[in-house]
DNA sequence: TCTTAGCACTCCCTTTTCCTGAGTGCTAAA
DNA sequence: TTTAGCACTCAGGAAAAGGGAGTGCTAAGA
């Protein structure tokens, strides 16, 4: 059944009230925040309506409605209102994102930060997992027993390891076992590497020590990790100012489950992306997030990988501020890290210190 | 006024049975814990005597006694029994720091978790700020549009960052340009690379293009950064199941302390070490911390670089077995990173991929 | 057929009261 | 110095009472 304009009214109203006070909205209030022209009598009416059809629900005979989560998904489908960034909020993220240096890991945990501050829920991102392969492998001579490998991945990440030998190698068994790596190694992906072909790239170079492994090792180890998706999460804390928390224990489970970056990557399987995707209390597949919601946005991490920023908050969430703030975000990110890597504007000269970030009226 | 013998009996058992039960202690309880062959009434006079000396309080005229922090300290300083690690304790712990790959941003987080998981509280590592000096450069050429700097610090960290131009660089000034850097910038801190240094060595190299300000401008970042101490916090939902943090109000004030490393490394400040130190409620700088306790162990992170690694948690905390712990992770750690940096034995082979780690019997 | 005033009713939440029991401090005797 | 005995205190839980926001229903009006 199709919902009449009024009803859409009504619904709405309950909705924004529920995320306004937190508390079930009554006839009288939906009546004040509608500024409909009809009696509460008739609003009982549609509420009653709107209940039946599954859109709302009362916690006990006699109190407000809530929205039930068709309620929120009729709202957020249809019924919000598209937030406008102001002028000041726009400009905020944008320096924010220009001022944090690079460095992805660093980047996310302060673009998660940001996120945090400006919807006060907790934050989350993910790196997106598209499995890495090795571009590049250079072998840097400190001394006879040290070495550092430097390791350019696809996606432009780059790896470093000090290795400490307990004995000698040499220089040019060095340069020679990067020319190898490069030529063997370049464009295999973890599973590809094989002991055999270890083996034989270390009988090539003539290394009797076991510097190939440990280059292997390190190079095999990376690739793995690097498969596992980064997650990171921010400002759980928040989470305990809001009254759908004031029970510790269900913090705590949710808290709990967010701090496990395994399941912070599950959220990755979440299918069909937009831009930004909402997923309402029992949409989410995690029975820990059953009674909450997440808001994520995509952006482009460049070389074709994708990247997730979103919060994790109640139900009861400012969908339209959020969905819009992260939308912008995701946007700021997709520009930073995205498309043709293609430098940010004023590079080089901007990166020098002193160059006093703030000035730019 | 100098405890008598059974008068410290009797704090330890308050004190220990409050770290059990998170209630307040009676007369009858104390009795049953030390098995005294005295009456009830006895104990009551040293348990009033014990608070007029301010080592114990009662919430409430008909309650039992809690320790005050005079007691705990009292209780850390002399009447608490040095907890050894159980074998599996201590093993458990060996496998997980092998087990970690190295990486020190993840390490570091990696063994917080697992002070978490040891202790139940949430856990904190401070990698120490010893203000870090270039020992090396390297420029490594991939493309005219693009090169990686790598960037060896004191303390044996490695840096790098791939760098994408606007124009076009060659092979010959990237090597000449690192050469340059090796000569000029080792041993700088970063106060002392100024901008006519910098001017100069793009002079020396003959560098039109800013190149040389991309790779200074990188280095003055790195060490900037790098001298923020590293801090990390973990576990701090497990806050949530504690007796003590059921106001979600006092839990949301201690967790979002914890989230800033500001104050973390504040921690940093406490003054004179041994090998782990207690600070007990109000001993606490910070007023955040006032009615918690933090118990710090520090490691030697090589280079002549300290770093902590402690737990928060409230002050009805079990010190002895958490101090074990910490001091147990802490030497683990410093074998790890510390001293000669000296490989940990085995190194070479056991890197390598299905070198199965837990065959170690 | 839709709207509305009126009203009885429901039930949550807060406040109040009462009660129990653990634990105390004091006194007086051993 | 220790101990038995006893009156007293007080937090915390259970039960009772009251208030009030909000409902659904009915019957009359548009």
Redesign the interface.
Known sequence: MELTGRQKKILRAVVEGYIDAAEPIGSHTVLARTGLTCSSATIRNELAALTREGYLEQPHTSAGRVPTAKGYRLYVNELMMERELSHSETEEINRKLQST???T??LMADVGKMATELTSYPALTISAAASATVK?V?L?Y?DPNSF?I?L?LTG???????V???FSSTQTLLTRLSALFNANFTGLSEER?T?EL?ASTERAAGDT??VT??V???L??TLM?SKGAGANV????NL??LPE??D??K??RL??YL?DSRNLSALTAAPDFGDVKVLIGPENAALELRDSSVVLASYDAGDGMRGLIGVVGPTRMDYSAVAAKLAYIAGGLSRLLGAG???PAG???L????GDSDAQK
């Open positions: 240096p690079a460095g890991d660093k590049r250079d840097i400190l550092i430097v350019l432009d990440t780059v790896k470093n390891k000090l400490h030998l307990p590497i002991p270890i020590m076991g492994s440990v292997a090792g390190f095999i180890e990790t921010s400002g759980e804390a305990l100012k928390f004031q510790p224990d913090a705590h808290i709990n701090s890597s293609s430098p590079f080089g000269k990166m020098i210190k002193g």
